[in-house]
């Protein structure tokens, strides 16, 4: 208590101390019991002051102003006095008012206009605002005019230790490596306080840990925290949480403080070897097993974590090493002991293993710590299985002559039950490889026999599949191919490579080559082939052929004479014959066709057949038909042309009855009948394009030229149609420039109303049968005179 009183004193009484040290000497007078006064003197006034005056006393100056203070957070009873402002041209006859405006003046601040006092009427934070500036001014009473000019002044409001300090980020988390030497930085933690940093200690800062000793330790200004015991073990314990304090007022008592939670996480560092779970591993393993299959596992644990803990396994002493093999799981980080080879039951029944686990990433400040690895036996049983029969030998390959005998031994498989009971094995041949049945296998011996003629010519090679059961167990099998070689003998007679056909020119010369031949043999001797070749004995003096044998095994035949005619003879035979060199030889005959022909002087043959003699002299085949295809040529023209003269004859005037051009004129307005003869332009009836002149055919160019004939005038109105039909029929016909073709002009519009309907012949259903238009007269006078027309017309066409 003592402490916290005195803490208190120096509180109040620190701002009194700065007050008095800061204000002007006219300040200084007023006695500590009453507020601070400022005060002005009038200049007129101090220049009559005395030269001693002078000396002994400091001068008056007219509105001295400095600071005020108030402290924050005051609530008394009544407003607090602040200050006082006074005037000596204030004689005390109450003449004078003072004035108070700026921050505040009127809602915190109120001045007495009498006295000059200052008092803060609400209750002040200086976190909200920390000073005010205001504005004071002395006027007359009566006539509110200024009786100085006005001065500013600050009113500072003074802090008191009333905030707590806050940590604005916390709760805080930190890491930092397990094994760590004594001090490690973690982090650092800041608070803040409110409170002014410049007055007091109110700001002033101490950390301290509440809870995490004896492991963390603070700096007390700094708020760094560090190790405070070295070698901590993350495998011990691996999360820390420290409680930190921040107090104000330097730390001492009464000060206010503020509290927050750091988590510590110790990270991982490879410390620990791997171990084993166990010394000594047991596994079984059938012996029929498939190559790469998993057998067991071995793990060797690590309280490491991460990649720290990873391990490599390795097979590194036994007798089973090059049968087996160990992987590593990257996942479940254990061995997988694997089969490399096959393994045999009768041969060896067991295998010792030892393995080693090794860390992968090795932290070299902690090798002193001994070898990070570890070390287990692995002992593999094997188990005997039912296994299928074993052949002697992977593969078989056999050879049989082509000529040999049918059910003669070709070869022989064996094969064995690598079982200790040791089961009877039965051969047999898999069909499916020996489709013709050629071979056959004795089922106890396995002795292969040839079942049907073999011919090398038309298959060389035979593959078979032979199968091994075991009789105890028919589900026990094994497979081997079989490549049988079929052996050539010499039982194929040589013959021509192909069928030749010699040209022999008449005027050829004596010694000439005709043609060389060459020959062919299905055999196939180990040496190669080399044939003789001879003519029949009794063709041995043939006068108009020899042959030579020449050294790439092939026969030239050359002829003997010149002076070949085919007239004479076109076509001569020579048989020849072709001698093998095997044992014993073959030969056949083999006959060569020579053709005579005509051969220009270079040689080339141009013709090999009699009737050439028969074509004209000087004409070859190409001439003719050069020939011919001209002829061809006039032929089209000709018929060409006659074509085009019938087409130029045809008449101009088309009989068709169904070719019909029609010049459709539209008049979309509805007469009055005959009666109404102002209701339409008789001149719509023209052909407008046909008023100024003549207007050619387009479709046939005329065979004559004429003179355009003279335009006629448009026809006034009130003109009789059928007048004008009739002028105009008889102009057309008399015209030898006008279009063979009648011009019909079709009214397709009858106007609205009609009872009649519509009157277009073209949509009327009358052929050349007789229509009877007497229906026309009983529509009324209007169609009466149309009636009269149509019944002339029919008159005339009966006549």
Same mark, same amino acid.
């Not at 030497?181 to 200690?201: C, E, M």
């Not at 560090?226 to 000060?255: C, F, W």
């Not at 307005?669 to 052909?687: P, R, S, V, Y």
């Not at 046939?700 to 005038?713: E, H, N, S, T, V």
């Given at each position: 208590?003592?402490?916290?009183?005195?803490?208190?004193?120096?509180?109040?009484?620190?701002?009194?101390?700065?007050?008095?040290?800061?204000?002007?000497?006219?300040?200084?007078?007023?006695?500590?019991?009453?507020?601070?006064?400022?005060?002005?003197?009038?200049?007129?006034?101090?220049?009559?002051?005395?030269?001693?005056?002078?000396?002994?006393?400091?001068?008056?100056?007219?509105?001295?102003?400095?600071?005020?203070?108030?402290?924050?957070?005051?609530?008394?009873?009544?407003?607090?006095?602040?200050?006082?402002?006074?005037?000596?041209?204030?004689?005390?006859?109450?003449?004078?008012?003072?004035?108070?405006?700026? $921050?505040?003046?009127?809602?915190?601040?109120?001045?007495?206009?009498?006295?000059?006092?200052?008092?803060?009427?609400?209750?002040?934070?200086?976190?909200?605002?920390?000073?005010?500036?205001?504005?004071?001014?002395?006027?007359?009473?009566?006539?509110?005019?200024?009786?100085?000019?006005?001065?500013?002044?600050?009113?500072?409001?003074?802090?008191?230790?009333?905030?707590?300090?806050?940590?604005?980020?916390?709760?805080?988390?930190?890491?930092?490596?397990?094994?760590?030497?004594?001090?490690?930085?973690?982090? /650092?933690?800041?608070?803040?306080?409110?409170?002014?940093?410049?007055?007091?200690?109110?700001?002033?800062?101490?950390?301290?840990?509440?809870?995490?000793?004896?492991?963390?330790?603070?700096?007390?200004?700094?708020?760094?925290?560090? @190790?405070?015991?070295?070698?901590?073990?993350?495998?011990?314990?691996?999360?820390?949480?420290?409680?930190?304090?921040?107090? $104000?007022?330097?730390?001492?008592?009464?000060?206010?403080?503020?509290?927050?939670?750091?988590?510590?996480?110790?990270?991982?560092?490879?410390?620990?070897?791997?171990?084993?779970?166990?010394?000594?591993?047991?596994?079984?393993?059938?012996? $029929?097993?498939?190559?790469?299959?998993?057998?067991?596992?071995?793990?060797?644990?690590?309280?490491?974590?991460?990649?720290?803990?990873?391990?490599?396994?390795?097979?590194?002493?036994?007798?089973?090493?090059?049968?087996?093999?160990?992987?590593?799981?990257?996942?479940?980080?254990?061995?997988?002991?694997?089969?490399?080879?096959?393994?045999?039951?009768?041969?060896?029944?067991?295998?010792?293993?030892?393995?080693?686990?090794?860390?992968?990433?090795?932290?070299?400040?902690?090798?002193?710590?001994?070898?990070?690895?570890? @070390?287990?036996?692995?002992?593999?049983?094997?188990?005997?299985?039912?296994?299928?029969?074993?052949?002697?030998?992977?593969?078989?390959?056999?050879?049989?002559?082509?000529?040999?005998?049918?059910?003669?031994?070709?070869?022989?498989?064996?094969?064995?039950?690598?079982?200790?009971?040791?089961?009877?094995?039965?051969?047999?041949?898999?069909?499916?490889?020996?489709?013709?049945?050629?071979?056959?296998?004795?089922?106890?011996?396995?002795?292969?026999?040839?079942?049907?003629?073999?011919?090398?010519?038309?298959?060389?090679?035979?593959?078979?599949?032979?199968?091994?059961?075991?009789?105890?167990?028919?589900?026990?099998?094994?497979?081997?191919?079989?490549?049988?070689?079929?052996?050539?003998?010499?039982?194929?007679?040589?013959?021509?490579?192909?069928?030749?056909?010699?040209?022999?020119?008449?005027?050829?010369?004596?010694?000439?080559?005709?043609?060389?031949?060459?020959?062919?043999?299905?055999?196939?001797?180990?040496?190669?082939?080399?044939?003789?070749?001879?003519?029949?004995?009794?063709?041995?003096?043939?006068? /108009?052929?020899?042959?030579?044998?020449?050294?790439?095994?092939?026969?030239?035949?050359?002829?003997?004479?010149?002076?070949?005619?085919?007239?004479?003879?076109?076509?001569?035979?020579?048989?020849?014959?072709?001698?093998?060199?095997?044992?014993?030889?073959?030969?056949?005959?083999?006959?060569?066709?020579?053709?005579?022909?005509?051969?220009?002087?270079?040689?080339?043959?141009?013709?090999?057949?009699?009737?050439?003699?028969?074509?004209?002299?000087?004409?070859?085949?190409?001439?003719?038909?050069?020939?011919?295809?001209?002829?061809?040529?006039?032929?089209?023209?000709?018929?060409?042309?006659?074509?085009?003269?019938?087409?130029?004859?045809?008449?101009?005037?088309?009989?068709?009855?169904?070719?019909?051009?029609?010049?459709?004129?539209?008049?979309?307005?509805?007469?009055?009948?005959?009666?109404? @003869?102002?209701?339409?332009?008789?001149?719509?009836?023209?052909?407008?394009?046909?008023?100024?002149?003549?207007?050619?055919?387009?479709?046939?160019?005329?065979?004559?030229?004429?003179?355009?004939?003279?335009?006629?005038?448009?026809?006034?109105?009130?003109?009789?149609?059928?007048?004008?039909?009739?002028?105009?029929?008889?102009?057309?016909?008399? $015209?030898?420039?006008?279009?063979?073709?009648?011009?019909?002009?079709?009214?397709?519009?009858?106007?609205?109303?009609?009872?009649?309907?519509?009157?277009?012949?073209?949509?009327?259903?009358?052929?050349?049968?007789?229509?009877?238009?007497?229906?026309?007269?009983?529509?009324?006078?209007?169609?009466?005179?149309?009636?009269?027309?149509?019944?002339?017309?029919?008159?005339?066409?009966?006549?």
């Amino acid at each position: 208590m003592p402490e916290r009183l005195a803490e208190m004193l120096l509180d109040l009484w620190t701002p009194l101390i700065i007050l008095w040290i800061t204000l002007p000497p006219c300040i200084y007078s007023a006695p500590m019991n009453q507020s601070p006064v400022l005060m002005s003197g009038s200049p007129l006034e101090l220049n009559r002051l005395s030269e001693e005056q002078r000396i002994l006393n400091r001068s008056k100056r007219g509105w001295v102003w400095n600071q005020m203070f108030v402290l924050e957070e005051f609530s008394g009873p009544e407003p607090i006095l602040v200050g006082r402002l006074h005037t000596d041209l204030d004689p005390g006859s109450k003449k004078i008012k003072y004035i108070l405006s700026g $921050d505040g003046a009127g809602t915190i601040f109120q001045i007495n206009d009498v006295t000059g006092d200052i008092h803060a009427i609400k209750r002040l934070d200086r976190e909200e605002k920390a000073e005010y500036t205001l504005t004071a001014q002395a006027v007359d009473w009566e006539t509110n005019k200024p009786l100085e000019p006005p001065s500013e002044f600050i009113i500072k409001v003074q802090d008191i230790n009333d905030n707590a300090p806050e940590f604005l980020n916390g709760p805080y988390h930190a890491t930092v490596p397990e094994m760590s030497i004594l001090g490690t930085s973690v982090t /650092n933690v800041t608070a803040t306080d409110a409170d002014d940093p410049v007055y007091g200690n109110s700001a002033k800062l101490v950390y301290s840990i509440l809870e995490g000793q004896p492991y963390f330790s603070i700096e007390p200004e700094t708020a760094i925290i560090k @190790t405070a015991l070295p070698n901590m073990d993350r495998e011990a314990k691996e999360e820390y949480l420290v409680v930190i304090q921040a107090k $104000d007022m330097g730390g001492h008592s009464g000060g206010l403080s503020g509290t927050t939670t750091l988590t510590v996480t110790l990270t991982d560092v490879n410390d620990n070897p791997p171990k084993f779970a166990q010394s000594l591993y047991h596994f079984s393993v059938p012996e $029929d097993v498939v190559l790469g299959t998993a057998i067991g596992r071995v793990k060797a644990n690590d309280q490491d974590i991460g990649e720290n803990a990873q391990s490599s396994y390795d097979i590194i002493d036994g007798d089973g090493t090059a049968l087996f093999e160990i992987t590593s799981d990257a996942q479940a980080q254990d061995g997988i002991i694997r089969l490399r080879k096959p393994l045999d039951f009768e041969t060896k029944k067991s295998y010792t293993l030892k393995v080693e686990a090794a860390n992968v990433h090795i932290d070299p400040r902690f090798s002193g710590r001994g070898p990070f690895k570890d @070390t287990a036996t692995v002992k593999i049983v094997v188990e005997d299985a039912d296994e299928p029969p074993v052949f002697s030998s992977p593969t078989y390959l056999l050879e049989v002559h082509e000529n040999a005998a049918l059910n003669s031994v070709i070869g022989q498989v064996t094969a064995r039950d690598p079982d200790i009971t040791s089961s009877p094995i039965r051969f047999s041949i898999d069909r499916h490889t020996d489709l013709e049945r050629q071979f056959n296998i004795n089922a106890d011996d396995g002795k292969i026999t040839l079942a049907t003629p073999l011919d090398r010519e038309l298959s060389v090679w035979h593959n078979i599949t032979i199968i091994a059961t075991e009789i105890r167990n028919h589900s026990q099998i094994s497979r081997v191919p079989v490549a049988i070689k079929v052996l050539d003998v010499n039982d194929n007679a040589p013959e021509f490579a192909s069928e030749y056909e010699a040209f022999l020119c008449e005027n050829g010369k004596p010694g000439q080559v005709i043609q060389t031949v060459s020959a062919m043999d299905k055999d196939d001797p180990k040496n190669g082939h080399y044939f003789l070749y001879s003519l029949l004995p009794e063709m041995v003096n043939n006068p /108009n052929f020899t042959i030579k044998k020449n050294e790439d095994n092939s026969l030239s035949i050359l002829a003997k004479h010149n002076g070949f005619n085919r007239q004479k003879q076109e076509v001569y035979l020579l048989p020849i014959i072709i001698s093998d060199s095997g044992n014993p030889p073959l030969s056949s005959t083999s006959t060569l066709t020579i053709r005579v022909c005509g051969c220009s002087s270079d040689g080339v043959v141009q013709s090999c057949n009699v009737e050439a003699y028969v074509l004209p002299i000087g004409l070859s085949m190409g001439a003719l038909i050069a020939i011919l295809a001209c002829i061809i040529l006039l032929l089209v023209i000709v018929v060409l042309f006659v074509t085009l003269r019938r087409h130029k004859n045809e008449p101009l005037i088309i009989k068709d009855d169904e070719d019909v051009r029609e010049n459709i004129i539209r008049y979309d307005d509805e007469g009055g009948g005959e009666e109404d @003869t102002e209701a339409f332009d008789i001149a719509t009836l023209q052909n407008p394009d046909g008023i100024n002149g003549f207007l050619p055919r387009k479709d046939i160019k005329p065979d004559l030229q004429f003179m355009p004939r003279q335009g006629l005038a448009p026809v006034p109105n009130g003109v009789d149609v059928d007048e004008f039909i009739n002028v105009r029929l008889h102009e057309a016909d008399n $015209d030898p420039t006008a279009p063979p073709y009648d011009s019909i002009q079709i009214y397709g519009y009858e106007g609205r109303g009609s009872v009649a309907g519509s009157l277009s012949s073209l949509e009327s259903t009358t052929s050349d049968s007789d229509q009877n238009f007497d229906y026309l007269s009983d529509w009324g006078p209007r169609f009466k005179r149309l009636g009269e027309l149509y019944s002339v017309g029919e008159s005339d066409k009966e006549t």
